[in-house]
């Protein structure tokens, strides 16, 4: 799977938009780009995931670039909740679907605060 | 049911103790998965079963013994554990693992906390 390059901490005023980075330079076109995150002390939580169009759902948007090479992830109104490690991880697809290990590199520690 | 459940929450063992964990699905998954995580480390891959198979174990050493008795259940036996075992094990389940389903992600489950004195 290719590797994954995130911010170690971002900051957010609650309420606000979090826009959380991630690179992935390496990416094949084989590969889903996927997002979870870690709440303290509970297991991952699957957000969203994108291959190559702008996703949404009832959590948060995925934007992807053109070229694929890096992704943005978008909590439109941030809550205290929200505080936790978001991890960007990228999975192999097959016939437009995704399978396989899921490998998590060292997130991003997304803090909101009042 | 769209939960992991694993039990116990929380486990002191020592060293020469043998204990279990235990993980419990009923969403229909036919894969399950054993990760491991050390405090402000993410979560690593520890074993891998497709089809109640063990697919994957990702060189762990032998005092962790997975066991998948159905289609349901996943085990992990503990045997000789050393403090530097102790960590978060976190099981999970995927519709699939080596073949593709639309929308195929990972559900956790909450995790055990391990300690080993």
């Known amino acids: 799977d290719a590797k994954t390059t995130q911010p170690t901490s971002m900051d957010c005023a609650e309420g606000r938009a979090a826009n959380l980075p991630c690179n992935h330079s390496?990416?094949?076109?084989?590969?889903?780009v996927y997002w979870y995150r870690q709440i303290h002390s509970q297991g991952p939580q699957y957000i969203i995931h994108?291959?190559?169009n702008n996703e949404t759902n009832e959590m948060a948007s995925l934007i992807i670039t053109e070229d694929r090479k890096s992704s943005t992830l978008i909590l439109p109104h941030a809550t205290l909740r929200d505080t936790a490690v978001y991890y960007c991880?990228?999975?192999?697809?097959?016939?437009?679907?995704?399978?396989?290990?899921?490998?998590f590199g060292q997130g991003t520690i997304l803090t909101v605060h009042p | 049911d769209t939960e992991v459940t694993q039990t116990p929450k929380h486990l002191v063992m020592g060293m020469t103790n043998k204990k279990s964990l235990k993980c419990e699905q009923h969403?229909?998954?036919?894969?399950m998965y054993w990760y491991k995580q050390k405090a402000k480390k993410p979560p690593e891959l520890m074993f891998v079963?497709?089809?109640?198979?063990?697919?994957i174990n990702e060189s762990v050493p032998s005092r962790f013994s997975p066991e998948c008795p159905n289609s349901s259940l996943l085990n992990l036996h503990l045997h000789a554990l050393q403090p530097e075992d102790s960590a978060l094990y976190l099981c999970?389940?995927?519709?699939?693992?080596?073949?593709?389903?639309?929308?195929?992600?990972?559900?956790f489950g909450s995790g055990t906390r391990l300690t080993v004195v």
């Open positions: 999970a389940s995927s519709q699939e693992f080596d073949r593709g389903r639309r929308g195929d992600g990972y559900t």
């Open positions: 390496t990416i094949s076109g084989n590969e889903y």
């Open positions: 994108g291959l190559k």
């Open positions: 991880i990228v999975r192999v697809n097959a016939g437009g679907t995704s399978y396989g290990k899921l490998t």
């Open positions: 969403m229909g998954h036919r894969a």
């Open positions: 079963y497709s089809y109640e198979k063990l697919s």
